[in-house]
T-cell receptor, first 114, second 115 residues
């Protein structure tokens, strides 16, 4: 069964460092997403991406965040200068269509900022 | 505004008891999708069910059942004969149309099944 894969599963970094979280969406999917879950809190939408550009983004997705699809398979989330409050689980997701609710989540990348 | 409320923060039940997890949502849209996800201690989000707002039929899948009441904006989830492996955090989520698959999650209910 096709699945969304994410690496690393857990990353520890120092405050101020840049972090790149990687995702391989399901191969024939066209829409890609990042969601974030701060420990013990709800899962929150960060950004959606289609046709090599951002479709939607939330207030959380400020200038320190960027997304990219550098090749035909990877979808990355970059955090330029990490802050303590960026510590969270980051979920990548992908879908074939929009607005049908068929979203496939990866297993998450846990980021710990010290 | 889109909002999902899971008023039960934590629930503990003894194994084999039935348990119902409540979910109340708010949306002005007439069409939308509702979901339940399970998050075990390992952290991943496990998809349980997707329900279209037009389909108000209740659904049963093994020990799981869902009660969708559009009139009260509720989408409750019942686990029958709970097992220790059901211990997890359960999230209800809403996805309105034309938001690019933005999901609005509730704050989750942490279920502990005691052997």
């Amino acid at each position: 069964e096709p699945e969304v894969t994410q690496t690393p599963s857990h990353q520890v970094t120092q405050m101020g460092q840049e972090v790149i979280l990687r995702c391989v969406p399901i191969s024939n999917h066209l829409y890609f997403y990042w969601y974030r879950q701060i420990l013990g809190q709800k899962v929150e939408f960060l950004v959606s991406f289609y046709n090599n550009e951002i479709s939607e983004k939330s207030e959380i997705f400020d200038d320190q965040f960027s997304v990219e699809r550098p090749d035909g398979s990877n979808f990355t989330l970059k955090i330029r200068s990490t802050k303590l409050e960026d510590s969270a689980m980051y979920f990548c997701a992908s879908s074939w269509t929009l607005n049908t609710g068929e979203l496939f989540f990866g297993e998450g990348s846990r980021l710990t900022v010290l | 505004a889109q909002k999902v409320t899971q008023a039960q923060t934590e629930i503990s039940v003894v194994e084999k008891e039935d348990v119902t997890l409540d979910c109340v949502y708010e949306t002005r849209d007439t069409t939308y999708y509702l979901f339940w996800y399970k998050q075990p201690p390992s952290g991943e989000l496990v998809f349980l069910i997707r329900r279209n707002s037009f389909d108000e039929q209740n659904e049963i899948s093994g020990r799981y059942s869902w009660n969708f009441q559009k009139s009260t904006s509720s989408f409750n989830f019942t686990i029958t004969a709970s097992q220790v492996v059901d211990s997890a955090v359960y999230f209800c989520a809403l996805s309105p149309p034309n938001t690019g698959n933005q999901f609005y999650f509730g704050t989750g209910t942490s279920l502990t099944v005691i052997p």
